[in-house]
């Protein structure tokens, strides 16, 4: 089997400006690549918000549950965008390492319901999601667990080439 990217995450600020319009701005991108001997993973875009580079490259999530899809979306969030405070939370939790200025996380990973509670409370972002194939871990069961999550969820729709 193949390996192709099944979904595309897109994340940015919950709002912008003065009155906090719900208005896209991107700050970093993940795609989610599945088919191959491995699990699906992430692979991340350079940069992100600031620039640094310093979020992480890849996730390995190693499972297609819909919940554990749905909390990878939220390690990898928080490793990417998270502010110093969260990253400092995930590093004394031991599920993010920094080496030589970017932000690793730990394999195999586990994001705990304690963590899970601080990423929700912490990160103040939106999530876009376009599914790019019929089937992708990244499914409707997921989504619902990132909104459940207190995560707001925009879903668009690829245009078909003409």
Known sequence: MSKGTTAFVLVGP????????????VWGTAQLVEGGSNGPYWLTAPGGHND????????????????????SVVALLAASVGDDALIAHLERAGLITVADGRRVI????????????????????????????????????????????GFTVDEFTPTPAA
Do not use: K, N, T
């Not at 319901?113 to 194939?133: F, N, Q, T, Y």
């Open 14 to 25: 919950s709002g912008v400006g003065a009155f906090h319009d719900p208005l896209w701005r």
């Open 106 to 149: 730990r394999s195999p990973w586990h994001l705990s319901g304690a963590d899970l509670d601080e990423c929700a409370e912490s990160l103040s972002v939106r999530i876009g999601i376009v599914r790019l194939a019929e089937r992708s871990a990244l499914d409707d069961e997921s989504v619902m667990a990132l909104r459940s999550w």
């Open 52 to 71: 640094d580079g310093a979020g992480p490259e890849s996730l390995v999530i190693d499972s297609d549950d819909p919940q554990i899809v749905a909390r």
